[in-house]
């Protein structure tokens, strides 16, 4: 398999590339626009199939993107923060026609104040519109997990859509070391795409997208509910066969050293890897810390959190996005929910930090875990939800 | 299409088989009606291609008969399209109920 060094936008759109989807339609935004950028240059170049189709907003790309599904191509775009929330309109009806259209999204602050670095509150905002969203670590994941993300968003089970996610500019713009597969490999791991009840479909007509009122409205969501409960299994499915084929094994969630801490960080994205090299400096010194890395936010894998939690005397959960509702980031609701009905259960704390790409460093992390090794002794924590790195 | 059906029996999606529109009465909040003058007809089926609702019909020799007002939402393109010199072979008139 081909070892070659990528940013993690390179990354989206190698996997993109040997995705060869039929059609892609994309605008661009910093810090996403080199992922369809240097699609349109594979197309430009003859290397894909894709019909590309270069609108004049989010809102017209993601429009596009529907109407291609809609019609039984294979469909993917990228995007990041106000380009998100530009097609926010559009995302739910992605997933209620249940087109499982790929989207590879850059985290990145909302405006405002303006600001292009990372955050998850472009995400989040968009977290209850039933679409898969798979965070990534790095370039490697970002890339996997592209590939994944369309197994699973075209998977009978759920045909819901998807998107990966990478940290803006920590992952989008830093280039590392990935393994790519061969592209027949590829070619043979998507394997062919036909959708279900499409509209060019001419022996089998249908109407899509009429309008549904009270009689039927509530009736359409729940195959919806059905399709984000069978995600969890499939993407487990998904996980692990591709770690048998490829060596790399993905679940909804990763415990890092987990199974005898006392204190463990749980978090998503580029941050777990700032994590593990913290994780391994303190067991060093015979501290008994670890890391929850949460790769899967919808569906949210609430029961494997709780059972993950169960030992610990500390979690501290880490939300790089604020609910503005005083109850902390959506993330720490989320666990906080999760943990309710567990026998067992460790104390928590929220560390709502990194707003607008703030950096969290290494020193930042040991401080966090020194912290809450205090709570832990202590067995009571003093303030539950804080804003860290913040001045006053 | 059957009434009031649970969410297990729909179709995938929202989708739903094409024609269904022929079942719902979907004319009752016209407030103008087109009427049809057959005299002057010359049949060039103009207003049948622009009905939004396929609510012009036609007879088995595909000559228009009149109209369906089940169906027919008294938008007036039907009469804005007739090509016949005024007064046309459709004039829209108040819908009274
Ligand atoms: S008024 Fe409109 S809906 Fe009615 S027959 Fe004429 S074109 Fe069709
Ligand atoms: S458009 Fe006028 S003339 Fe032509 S078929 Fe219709 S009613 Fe007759």
Request: with cysteine; hydrophobic share 40%; net charge negative.
């Amino acid at each position: 398999m081909p070892i070659i060094a990528r940013t993690g936008n390179e990354a989206m759109s190698e996997a993109m590339r040997q995705i060869n989807p039929d059609v892609v339609a994309a605008y661009p935004i910093t810090p996403a626009t080199e992922v369809v950028m240097l699609f349109a240059k594979f197309v430009a170049d003859g290397l894909v199939d894709t019909e590309f189709v270069a609108v004049e907003s989010e809102h017209s790309a993601m429009s596009a993107c529907v109407g291609a599904s809609a019609a039984g191509a294979r469909v993917m775009t990228g995007t990041s923060s106000q380009g998100l929330q530009l097609m926010s309109e559009i995302l739910p009806i992605a997933s209620a026609l249940r087109l499982p259209i790929v989207l590879c999204e850059v985290n990145r602050a909302l405006s405002g104040p303006i600001n292009i670095h990372c955050d998850h509150s472009d995400t989040m905002a968009v977290r209850d519109f039933a679409w898969i969203q798979i965070f990534s670590e790095n370039a490697q994941e970002a890339y996997d997990n592209i590939l994944q993300c369309m197994k699973i968003a075209e998977d009978k089970r759920v045909l819901l859509p998807a998107m990966a996610t990478t940290d803006g500019f920590i992952i989008s713009h830093c280039m590392e070391k990935i393994e790519t597969l061969e592209d027949a490999e590829v070619k043979k791991y998507v394997g062919e795409y036909k959708g279900v009840n499409t509209v060019l479909d001419l022996k089998n007509p249908v109407t899509l997208g009429s309008l549904d009122l009270q009689d039927y409205y509530f009736e359409h969501k729940m195959p919806i509910v059905e399709a984000m409960r069978n995600a969890k299994s499939v993407i487990e499915e998904v996980g692990k066969e591709f770690g048998k084929l490829y060596g790399r094994e993905y679940g909804l969630i990763e415990g890092y050293k987990l199974d005898d801490a006392e204190v463990a960080i749980v978090a998503l994205g580029s941050t777990c890897g700032t994590t593990k090299a913290v994780v391994d400096e303190l067991r060093e010194k015979g501290q008994k810390v670890g890391l929850l890395k949460i790769r899967v936010f919808r569906p949210f894998p609430a029961e494997e959190i709780a059972a993950a939690l169960a030992n610990l005397k500390v979690a501290v959960i880490l939300d790089r996005s604020d609910s503005y509702n005083n109850q902390g980031g959506p993330l720490f609701t989320e666990v906080r929910s999760a943990l309710y009905d567990a026998a067992k259960k460790p104390l928590i704390t929220n560390y709502i930090y990194g707003l607008g790409g703030r950096e969290i460093s290494l020193d930042d992390l040991r401080s966090i875990f020194a912290e809450q090794q205090e709570v832990a002794k202590a067995g009571k924590a003093k303030e539950v939800i804080k804003y860290f790195g913040v001045r006053e | 299409m059957k009434k009031n059906m649970g969410w297990k029996e729909l179709m995938h999606g929202d989708a739903v088989q094409a024609g269904t529109a022929k079942e719902f009465k979907t004319g009752d909040w016209r407030s103008e009606k087109p009427v049809f003058h057959p005299e002057k007809c010359i049949n060039c089926l103009f207003c049948w291609v622009n009905c939004p609702d396929c609510a012009v019909l036609l007879d088995e020799n595909k000559k228009v008969v009149g109209f369906d007002y089940n169906l027919c939402k008294g938008c007036g393109i039907c009469a804005h399209e007739c090509p016949v010199k005024e007064p046309k072979a459709i004039t829209m008139e108040a819908e009274r109920r």
